[in-house]
């Protein structure tokens, strides 16, 4: 113990005994900067993210209780949340719960039959999805409030992408099998993404382009909604505006038949105006709720009684009744198209999962709790697995359904099982009572959920913020709109990934300036009143990686500013530029690349008789100057903490010259 | 005057009157951070670089002189450099530059020769590569020690990508028009390069990218000189190392003849061992760099003399002399293959002037001077152009040559002038002298330029420096040796921009602590000596841009961080966390996503009954906090300029709780 501490006292500069305890600045912190421990390896790193991809999380249902039962406990509980809530789960929530469940069925039945239509399936294909996937939700996942079935945007997304394989008009057989396969296959890119922690990957699509996104979206299911709306015979498949305005100007030439527009233009308002007057009275949410129901039931009747059909009125006609059949054996993963079903799996799978944790989210929020990200992935996936095994195609969390949940007093998933049954009950009963349904009323209740998809307020302010975040947005909302939903995201995906690369290519560099009686030093571009001093210029890389990419770019930029400012102060012989502090703190981490561009800094400079100092290096940006010899190059007496002490070191080193500011 | 003086005693918080000059901190610094100037707006930012790429740059030539003449004067000594050397150049340089011609020229065509056979050329367009282009760029170029000419890498770069449209050895004039069109693209990009200042571009190949890709060249340029030193008649047209290895395999089963693999393996010993002698005494450098002409004369008389040609020595033949023809009439912009050969050309430039302004600025570092990246980008284009009209393909700077032609102690692109003038007269005169070299002696002198393509030592470096870079370096030479050169490109470049993407997917957040007796904050990890007080923690976000791609990581990495430190700090409740302090000063930029991040933070921070206070943002980032709103919410008043400020605001506000540390 005697002997390490002489050692330290040997060797003042590396240890802490280097400070003087009098509270000034210590004697000399380039020892602190150059004998700083090494940073974790890569392969430290890579242990670490891969460790803790594999380690069980810390669960607060875990007491300490001893021995393996409660370790199982612990884990189960971790799978299934339902274990932890359901020990104190009371009456009361039971009651809140059947009421919360019946309000979504009411408003879950229609869409989901509207949203079947959407994805070009058969009615009772919507209603499969409203069954299972909440089922199996209402045990995994860790949101109390959300909804889980089938959404608009989704129906959209799969309908558009798999019906470019196969005609669903023409092989409904084959497409329902496409479709099972991409739900199973989205299920098993849920979990996997919960499993390895890759939850980041919905993170791509940015906020910006989800606003983009979303409108777009919205605009091209409206869109598609004209065929149910004008009743027409023949329409596109393609999703796009200029397609869809093709296709309803020829439809146009045919005869065609005003009921339907008239039933859909009716109900639409009445679902509107019901919506409107439930968001002025509180207490009346439930008519909002129950109107699209109510809407079906009406118009149902009034063609049987009219007999409405016979006068070109398109109906339903035959559902299929009875509980979800499995489609275990239609899941094909050796099929021709399997890599085809893959690829649409990984872009429904992320837009569900962003869906629903957006919609988790929010609501989390409000009520004052947090979601388990890569826990909601792995119940959103499992859902889905289930769900393609009982002819269920890509469920997910929907925002109209969860705003209702929550407006109707759910207290946890139990209402989605409530939901589940009432829907089952439907299936099994009711289904008969559909067939005289106008096709038109499910198209004003798909386009009465389409305005909360637009949030025009939301862009305005993006565009106010962040020009460049405006233009992902747009770049979706346009690709969407007049090329496909794969164009919009690809566009999103495509400028989002540009700017990064962008703002990595040009760094800002800026001229740093002493704030006046401090030790502060700050950018003169941003605070004015910074001062800066002829002979030592102080000058920040204001990049977190100075690499190959912006290496030069940056070496440029130094070297511009820096002979600028001699051809300036030739004129006043006594204010040459005599040394120039580069400011690092930014700077974590730097390449092969950005260590040549240092050392070619360090040497131009030299050849105009200009010293060079470094101030504040990050952890690997110091390690890797080390490796490289740069520090060697530059002189040890060089590297500063900060940049205080860094113009201190100059000046003393260059006596005679002082501070003039 | 008066009124706006007493305006600045009236708002003292925003003004330098806020400062106390006793030489302490500021009394409020927060009001200079949310009242700085706006930063330049994206159309500013636009408009400026755009500017910038149009403005004529300053010429140290132009001294001041008056009128239209000179202002003349300056722009054509800009675009010509040579009307600015040539004024003060004298008699001893230009016998210097004619010694270094002759030197330059006798290891220029035996070089030319071999590299127009591997670019699957006949031998002469080699040799007229090494006319017209030298003299182009002798007049535009900024270097003056760099040697202008056909070079390996370009060589099997062009010849591997054409022949997959059109095989040279069955249609060899389609061939010839499409390296023609490929090659006056490839200047006419290399133009564009420099006018619209895009050498950023050629920054996109990391050094450790070019160092393994100029590895791999290397040997693939190696293996296929296995044709002409084995004399094998068959031989693929791939590049890769298993299907050489193969056509060489197959080949051992025709019948070879060993005197081209002996006169090829004697004349590479001979070059090899004089290059040893000129490097080991440098007056004798002279005897390396006539070796190789003095091989084709030595083996060509010994052909000639044994009659060896007709025992299976495979030999050149006809040579066509005379200078260049004119090519104009075989580019072709209109033709099916443009698209492809636009391809070809990019990756020709690029590939061109990044090996090119390598060689230049590693001997003009030597000589002191500094080069022009955006002109000498001219200037090869300009070269290039007016070769793809004269029959030649693409040229650049030769690392081999170069070097030959500044030991020969060239002063200035003359020497390129009397080596073009050399290689004319050689064209016009002893064409016929060279129908009986044998192809195994082209084969060895391009042998003997490939080592210094290959640096292990540098590869060895780039691992123990940075394990990243090492991996960007092996995919390029693993991609080009397996696969193709363009593979290679591709992978480098793949891996490359991955590792920016994930620096900015994954950034570091430090927890910061106080260097004893100082104001300094500083990363735990980093500095171990700095000190953490319970009640504030201080987190660095280690990232300049804030954005979608990170906003939700860094949010969960600094609530696990909170949640922990309140987890344990529970146990001694006086040491309960009452702050955070976010450290922003490396965030340059934030996004939308990045500003919903931010307050999420805040919010969660806040329901668990913490402060949380901003110190430093960048210039952007606070801007779009301010626009965003969330200045708002956090307050203004939790915004400080630096962390010390902000951990004494933080201390102040909750009284009572002292520092521990």
Same mark, same amino acid.
């Given at each position: 113990?005697?002997?390490?501490?002489?050692?330290?006292?040997?060797?003042?500069?590396?240890?802490?005994?280097?400070?003087?305890?009098?509270?000034?600045?210590?004697?000399?912190?380039?020892?602190?900067?150059?004998?700083?421990?090494?940073?974790?390896?890569?392969?430290?790193?890579?242990?670490?993210?891969?460790?803790?991809?594999?380690?069980?999380?810390?669960?607060?249902?875990?007491?300490?209780?001893?021995?393996?039962?409660?370790?199982?406990?612990?884990?189960?509980?971790?799978?299934?949340?339902?274990?932890?809530?359901?020990?104190?789960?009371?009456?009361?929530?039971?009651?809140?719960?059947?009421?919360?469940?019946?309000?979504?069925?009411?408003?879950?039945?229609?869409?989901?039959?509207?949203?079947?239509?959407?994805?070009?399936?058969?009615?009772?294909?919507?209603?499969?999805?409203?069954?299972?996937?909440?089922?199996?939700?209402?045990?995994?996942?860790?949101?109390?409030?959300?909804?889980?079935?089938?959404?608009?945007?989704?129906?959209?997304?799969?309908?558009?992408?798999?019906?470019?394989?196969?005609?669903?008009?023409?092989?409904?057989?084959?497409?329902?099998?496409?479709?099972?396969?991409?739900?199973?296959?989205?299920?098993?890119?849920?979990?996997?993404?919960?499993?390895?922690?890759?939850?980041?990957?919905?993170?791509?699509?940015?906020?910006?382009?989800?606003?983009?996104?979303?409108?777009?979206?919205?605009?091209?299911?409206?869109?598609?909604?004209?065929?149910?709306?004008?009743?027409?015979?023949?329409?596109?498949?393609?999703?796009?505006?200029?397609?869809?305005?093709?296709?309803?100007?020829?439809?146009?030439?045919?005869?065609?038949?005003?009921?339907?527009?008239?039933?859909?233009?009716?109900?639409?308002?009445?679902?509107?105006?019901?919506?409107?007057?439930?968001?002025?009275?509180?207490?009346?949410?439930?008519?909002?709720?129950?109107?699209?129901?109510?809407?079906?039931?009406?118009?149902?009747?009034?063609?049987?009684?009219?007999?409405?059909?016979?006068?070109?009125?398109?109906?339903?006609?035959?559902?299929?009744?009875?509980?979800?059949?499995?489609?275990?054996?239609?899941?094909?993963?050796?099929?021709?198209?399997?890599?085809?079903?893959?690829?649409?799996?990984?872009?429904?799978?992320?837009?569900?999962?962003?869906?629903?944790?957006?919609?988790?989210?929010?609501?989390?929020?409000?009520?004052?709790?947090?979601?388990?990200?890569?826990?909601?992935?792995?119940?959103?996936?499992?859902?889905?697995?289930?769900?393609?095994?009982?002819?269920?195609?890509?469920?997910?969390?929907?925002?109209?359904?969860?705003?209702?949940?929550?407006?109707?007093?759910?207290?946890?998933?139990?209402?989605?099982?409530?939901?589940?049954?009432?829907?089952?009950?439907?299936?099994?009963?009711?289904?008969?009572?559909?067939?005289?349904?106008?096709?038109?009323?499910?198209?004003?209740?798909?386009?009465?959920?389409?305005?909360?998809?637009?949030?025009?307020?939301?862009?305005?302010?993006?565009?106010?913020?962040?020009?460049?975040?405006?233009?992902?947005?747009?770049?979706?909302?346009?690709?969407?709109?007049?090329?496909?939903?794969?164009?919009?995201?690809?566009?999103?995906?495509?400028?989002?990934?540009?700017?990064?690369?962008?703002?990595?290519?040009?760094?800002?560099?800026?001229?740093?300036?002493?704030?006046?009686?401090?030790?502060?030093?700050?950018?003169?571009?941003?605070?004015?009143?910074?001062?800066?001093?002829?002979?030592?210029?102080?000058?920040? +890389? =204001? $990049? %977190?990686? *100075?690499?190959?990419?912006?290496?030069?770019?940056?070496?440029?930029?130094? !070297?511009?500013?820096? @002979? &600028?400012?001699?051809?300036?102060?030739?004129?006043?012989?006594?204010?040459?530029?005599?040394?120039?502090?580069?400011?690092?703190?930014?700077?974590?981490? +730097? =390449? $092969? %690349?950005? *260590?040549?561009?240092?050392?070619?800094?360090?040497?131009?400079?030299?050849? !105009?008789?200009?010293? @060079? &100092?470094?101030?504040?290096?990050?952890?690997?940006?110091?390690?890797?100057?080390?490796?490289?010899?740069?520090?060697?190059?530059?002189?040890?007496?060089? +590297?500063?903490?900060?940049?205080?002490?860094?113009?201190?070191?100059?000046?003393?080193?260059?006596?005679?010259?002082?501070?003039?500011?």
């Amino acid at each position: 113990m005697e002997s390490s501490m002489a050692a330290a006292v040997e060797m003042p500069v590396t240890t802490v005994s280097a400070f003087d305890v009098s509270g000034r600045r210590p004697a000399t912190t380039a020892g602190l900067v150059l004998n700083s421990p090494d940073p974790p390896s890569l392969r430290e790193e890579l242990v670490g993210v891969v460790g803790k991809a594999f380690r069980p999380r810390r669960t607060s249902g875990g007491d300490g209780g001893a021995g393996r039962c409660a370790w199982a406990l612990t884990a189960l509980q971790a799978v299934f949340p339902v274990l932890q809530w359901g020990r104190t789960y009371t009456l009361k929530s039971f009651r809140s719960d059947v009421m919360a469940g019946l309000t979504l069925a009411s408003l879950g039945i229609p869409q989901s039959i509207g949203y079947a239509n959407l994805a070009k399936l058969d009615p009772q294909y919507g209603l499969y999805t409203s069954v299972v996937p909440p089922l199996i939700y209402a045990v995994m996942g860790t949101s109390r409030e959300i909804a889980i079935g089938p959404v608009a945007v989704v129906s959209l997304l799969l309908s558009s992408m798999v019906q470019k394989i196969v005609d669903p008009a023409t092989d409904p057989v084959t497409y329902r099998t496409l479709v099972f396969t991409v739900t199973f296959l989205a299920g098993i890119f849920q979990v996997s993404f919960g499993l390895f922690r890759l939850g980041f990957l919905v993170d791509f699509l940015s906020h910006a382009a989800i606003v983009g996104f979303m409108g777009g979206a919205a605009i091209v299911i409206g869109l598609q909604q004209l065929k149910g709306l004008l009743g027409l015979s023949r329409f596109t498949n393609s999703t796009d505006v200029v397609s869809v305005a093709k296709a309803v100007f020829s439809a146009l030439h045919d005869p065609w038949h005003p009921g339907n527009f008239f039933i859909g233009c009716s109900f639409l308002i009445f679902i509107l105006a019901t919506r409107f007057i439930g968001r002025r009275y509180k207490k009346l949410f439930w008519l909002s709720a129950i109107s699209p129901l109510l809407s079906v039931v009406l118009s149902t009747a009034a063609v049987y009684a009219t007999r409405a059909d016979k006068h070109g009125v398109k109906i339903i006609r035959e559902v299929h009744a009875g509980l979800n059949p499995s489609s275990v054996k239609q899941i094909q993963l050796n099929g021709p198209y399997t890599t085809e079903c893959a690829k649409i799996a990984v872009i429904c799978a992320v837009i569900a999962l962003t869906e629903a944790i957006a919609v988790g989210r929010s609501f989390a929020s409000i009520r004052g709790y947090k979601l388990d990200g890569n826990k909601e992935m792995i119940a959103m996936g499992c859902s889905n697995i289930a769900g393609s095994m009982s002819s269920c195609y890509v469920a997910t969390g929907s925002f109209s359904r969860t705003a209702v949940n929550f407006s109707a007093g759910a207290r946890s998933t139990v209402s989605n099982i409530v939901m589940a049954i009432t829907v089952f009950i439907a299936l099994e009963l009711f289904m008969k009572l559909l067939y005289y349904t106008p096709m038109a009323v499910l198209a004003s209740i798909i386009l009465s959920a389409l305005p909360g998809l637009i949030d025009i307020r939301e862009a305005w302010s993006i565009w106010k913020v962040d020009k460049m975040d405006f233009l992902i947005c747009l770049g979706a909302f346009i690709g969407v709109l007049f090329g496909s939903v794969e164009i919009g995201l690809g566009v999103a995906l495509a400028i989002s990934f540009a700017k990064i690369i962008i703002q990595s290519i040009r760094p800002q560099v800026e001229v740093l300036g002493r704030l006046q009686g401090t030790n502060i030093f700050c950018s003169v571009r941003q605070y004015p009143v910074a001062c800066r001093t002829p002979a030592i210029q102080v000058i920040r +890389i =204001d $990049t %977190s990686f *100075l690499c190959f990419i912006n290496a030069t770019f940056i070496k440029e930029r130094i !070297m511009e500013w820096v @002979m &600028a400012e001699v051809e300036t102060s030739n004129e006043k012989a006594r204010e040459r530029v005599q040394s120039v502090v580069l400011d690092m703190s930014n700077v974590v981490n +730097i =390449d $092969t %690349s950005g *260590l040549v561009g240092l050392e070619e800094i360090h040497q131009d400079l030299l050849s !105009m008789g200009i010293q @060079m &100092a470094i101030a504040g290096p990050g952890w690997q940006a110091i390690q890797k100057m080390k490796l490289g010899h740069v520090v060697d190059r530059v002189g040890e007496e060089w +590297i500063f903490l900060t940049v205080s002490e860094a113009v201190e070191g100059c000046l003393t080193a260059h006596k005679g010259s002082a501070m003039e500011c």
